[in-house]
Each structure stands twice: as structure tokens, then as C-alpha cells.
């Protein structure tokens, strides 16, 4: 049989080890809900690249001239779950195909060019304890590029 000061002893011992772990696994806990944080982010980012390449490839808005406007529009729809002052869309072609040198920005490129939308998305870790250890922000980027469909014949 246990005494009462055996079973105070151990009371005890158990107290200072869920004392000692109990931290590290709030942590681990944070952690990972901020790695999903972020991840969901960057996929976010990534998904809305893929859309608003996708929509400026098929050459829509081009006849009444809203085709930039209706690429951004389509892509700021994908990026409505992330906060919008946290990122910067931007859209260039370049008509060789080639993507060499800078492109050109703020045109989504005529028939048979290549157009890239990217996303720029500053990230601001949430989480108490893991917020402490990583940076303020963290630049998140994304892009696809597509070559536009013929929607006029090529130049």
C-alpha cells in the first residue's frame, strides 16, 4: 500500500512534467496551425495565378477594351478568402514567346503571346508563441504564364 506522501510525490512529479511538456506542445500545436495558415495561403496565391492566366489566354474583353480589367477582376475573385490590401497583382506579355527581358507590363498580350499574371502577397503570421519567432511578414509570390489562344489571327 502507498503511503500518503508517496502518492503526494507523484502528484507532484506529474505536475512538473505536464508543467515542462505542456509549453512545447501549445507550440507544436501553434506551429502547425500556422504552417496550415500559410500553406493555405500560398496555394491561394498560386490557384489565383492559374485563373487569371487561364482567362487572359481565351482573349475575353478584348473587342470592348475591359480585357486588363476583367484578368485582375478574376484574379482578385480567387484571392478573396486572403486580405486584399495584402497583395499586388500584376500582368505582362511578352510577344516573342520567349519571355526574354522584362515583358511588357500592364498588357495582357495580343493573340498568340505570352502572358504572365503573378501575385505578390505579403503574409503576417497570426499564431501566438510561432508569430514571436518568425519574421513580421512573408513575402508569398505566385505566377503562371499561358500562351493566348488565337481569338484573331497571329501577328
Known amino acids: 500500500m502507498r503511503t500518503h506522501t508517496q502518492r503526494t510525490r507523484k502528484a507532484g512529479m506529474a505536475a512538473v512534467e505536464t508543467a515542462l511538456i505542456l509549453p512545447i506542445l501549445f507550440t507544436m500545436i501553434m506551429g502547425v496551425i500556422e504552417g496550415g495558415n500559410a500553406a493555405y495561403s500560398w496555394l491561394t496565391v498560386q490557384k489565383a495565378t492559374q485563373i487569371g492566366a487561364r482567362f487572359a489566354a481565351t482573349g475575353r474583353g478584348d473587342e470592348d477594351g475591359t480585357r486588363l480589367t476583367q484578368i485582375i477582376t478574376a484574379t482578385e475573385k480567387a484571392l478573396a478568402t486572403l486580405d486584399e490590401k495584402a497583395f499586388v497583382i500584376s500582368i505582362r506579355s511578352w510577344p516573342d514567346m520567349d519571355a526574354s527581358g522584362d515583358g511588357i ?13 503573378a501575385v505578390h502577397y505579403t503574409y503576417k503570421p497570426f499564431t501566438p508563441l510561432v508569430s514571436a519567432i518568425l519574421p513580421d511578414t512573408i513575402p508569398l509570390y505566385g505566377y503562371d504564364r499561358k500562351i493566348n489562344e488565337p481569338w484573331k489571327p497571329c501577328d
Do not use: M, S, W
Not at 507590363?105 to 499574371?117: F, I, K, R
Open 105 to 117: 507590363e500592364n498588357d495582357p498580350g495580343a493573340p498568340c503571346h505570352l502572358t504572365e499574371v
